[in-house]
């Protein structure tokens, strides 16, 4: 009956969506009047989930396990669901944990709800409210299966501390030669610098920048913010930025706490990709924008002026508010 | 090589989404619909492999006869055949069992998905697929090359991307950057006419269980008016970030 929760961990630490799944797990629990355990693997200092409301810790340590791999890792999380007996379990949206989740799915012939973004509306049965239409649109989805998997969606249910002391149990899954069938040849990431996926700030240009010489300014006020840079989908087409900054409906989805759109009209498909974050930014040359009617805050003005001067100030204001 | 690619059938990015019947039904009135953005990198990539190594592409979806203009439409820009699963596409678990069925029968050596389907968004078909069938899976994939038996493919990850290498019969969750937005077709004349010739089968649905059910939808909540600050007046809009929406 428990509730078992996937705490994803990279490097040896744990994500920031890995206390936002303990959080949730914690609150279902508490409607559901059960305990939650969490499944770490590799992660040293398992413990710190216990401040999240987590009871019970199956603790995975193995070298097999060091790099991500879905289905090894779907296996070893299926095991402990059998282990615990669980009927739901609660994981992150991050690439890696909605690749595992959809291989777990299918192996438990669970029920599984992705982009969750509140807690359980009712528990007998259970049904949770989720975005849908690329956020255009909310959906009240009720499970109908013996398990259950809820896929909580990054910045949105939050962080709650309960503090509980844990009991940590060592868990050795049953792996074999087929669970690494697929393998991973070389990882090519970014270190030191925000993600899209976990930024809480982002900061995206578009082809109001005029051409891919005139970024340096994009990158300055996202590194003044800690922010990650993102682009448009005709920037990305045009080459001017990578694919892997281009957000929107067909690119990256954006959930962050801010969102500063620079020279972005704010096509449909690209409010779509971005409209789950929670506060919105515009700065448009052009008043009838179309991003000024989704906006929370703006700016009409020429970019090239503006974000200068934004960047000025803000640097101000981080030295007076260091 | 056998490709099956499998086709959503989504509104058009730029509709509107309305509910209906007391907000438990999406309003398909004056709705386009097309084939999902991420299925049509996929079968865009397997015309390539149907161009230069010689496969053939069978297309299938889950859906009533109202999805037929969809699958014609990926018959006309070059899939070889199609495969209409007569059926609601209610759900993940739904849909993963049906698919399932036609790829065991058809006995294809990769299958491809997209990501996820931009109506519902799931993102979980393609992986279920995989448990069902036992067969090797790679989500997100940006990049796909097979070499007789093997597959190497890049997949992208949080804050960058993975080399992978695993060999067939391989299901992909496709998206943009297995080809480009400029290499995507629009089908030709000729393409629209052989179209009609080519063989649609219709399959009645298999026993299977639903995983969930969507029981209700609602809009989001109407977005209160823009805040503008002047161009010359930046430090307002610093101290509104700061003190009104605390998010620096």
């Not at chain 1, 340096?216 to 990305?236: H, N, Q, R, Y």
């Not at chain 1, 906006?295 to 000025?312: K, M, T």
Request: aromatic share 6%; charged share 20%.
């Amino acid at each position: 009956m428990s509730v078992l929760v996937y705490t994803e961990s990279d490097n040896g630490k744990f994500k920031k969506n890995a206390f936002e799944a303990a959080s949730y797990a914690h609150k279902l629990a508490e409607q559901l009047g059960t305990s939650v355990t969490a499944i770490t693997i590799n992660a040293p200092d398992s413990e710190v989930i216990g401040n999240y409301g987590v009871s019970k810790i199956l603790k995975v340590t193995n070298d097999k396990l060091s790099i991500f791999n879905a289905k090894a890792f779907a296996t070893a999380i299926s095991q402990a669901v059998e282990n615990e007996g669980a009927s739901t379990i609660v994981v992150s949206s991050s690439t890696d944990t909605k690749y595992m989740a959809s291989i777990l799915a299918g192996a438990l012939k669970a029920g599984y709800c992705t982009n969750v973004v509140a807690p359980p509306l009712s528990t007998n049965p259970l049904v949770v409210k989720r975005t849908a239409f690329s956020n255009k649109g909310f959906a009240h989805t009720q499970f109908k299966t013996d398990i259950n998997i809820i896929g909580v969606s990054s910045n949105a249910y939050g962080i709650f501390e309960n503090k509980v002391s844990p009991k940590v149990e060592n868990f050795e899954p049953d792996l074999n030669d087929s669970d690494f069938s697929v393998q991973s040849v070389n990882i090519d990431k970014v270190v030191g610098k925000a993600t899209i996926a976990d930024a809480d700030i982002v900061v995206s240009g578009g082809r109001g920048l005029k051409g891919p010489e005139n970024w340096g300014m994009i990158e300055e006020l996202a590194d003044v913010l800690g922010a990650a840079t993102a682009c448009s989908k005709p920037v990305s087409d045009m080459g001017w930025r990578s694919h892997s900054e281009h957000v929107g409906q067909t690119g990256k989805p954006v959930a962050s706490n801010l969102y500063i759109a620079i020279g972005i009209s704010g096509a449909i498909q690209h409010l779509a990709g971005v409209n789950a974050s929670k506060v919105k930014v515009v700065i448009n040359t052009d008043p009838e924008a179309p991003f000024f009617k989704a906006a929370d805050y703006g700016v009409v003005g020429d970019a090239f002026e503006v974000v200068p001067i934004l960047i000025e100030k803000l640097k101000e204001f981080k030295a007076q508010n260091a | 090589m056998k490709i099956l690619v499998c086709i959503s059938n989504v509104p058009d990015t730029t509709s509107k989404i309305n509910f209906t019947e007391g907000d438990t039904k999406f309003d398909t009135n004056g709705v386009q619909f097309v084939i999902n953005p991420n299925d049509e990198f996929g079968l865009t990539r397997a015309m390539w492999f149907k161009e230069k190594q010689g496969a053939t592409i069978h297309v299938a979806t889950v859906g009533g006869p109202e999805v037929e203009p969809t699958i014609r439409k990926a018959l006309a820009i070059g899939a070889d055949e199609a495969v209409r699963i007569n059926a609601e596409p209610t759900d993940g678990l739904f849909v993963a069992q049906q698919l399932s069925e036609v790829i065991k029968t058809g006995a294809y050596d990769l299958i491809i998905a997209g990501r996820e389907s931009i109506d519902y968004n799931g993102g979980m078909v393609p992986g279920m697929m995989s448990a069902i069938l036992n067969f090797n899976f790679i989500n997100t994939c940006i990049g796909l090359e097979i070499e007789g038996n093997t597959a190497t493919a890049i997949r992208e990850i949080d804050g960058g991307k993975e080399k992978i290498s695993t060999t067939l019969p391989l299901i992909i969750g496709g998206q943009k950057g297995l080809v480009e937005e400029s290499d995507l077709r629009i089908p030709n004349m000729r393409g629209i006419m052989t179209a009609r010739q080519k063989k649609l089968n219709v399959l009645e649905p298999v026993e299977a269980n639903h995983g969930t059910e969507d029981i209700k939808f609602e809009k989001p909540a109407a977005k209160g008016a823009v805040k503008l600050v002047e161009a010359d007046n930046i430090s307002q809009l610093i101290d509104l970030l700061h003190n009104e929406a605390k998010v620096i």
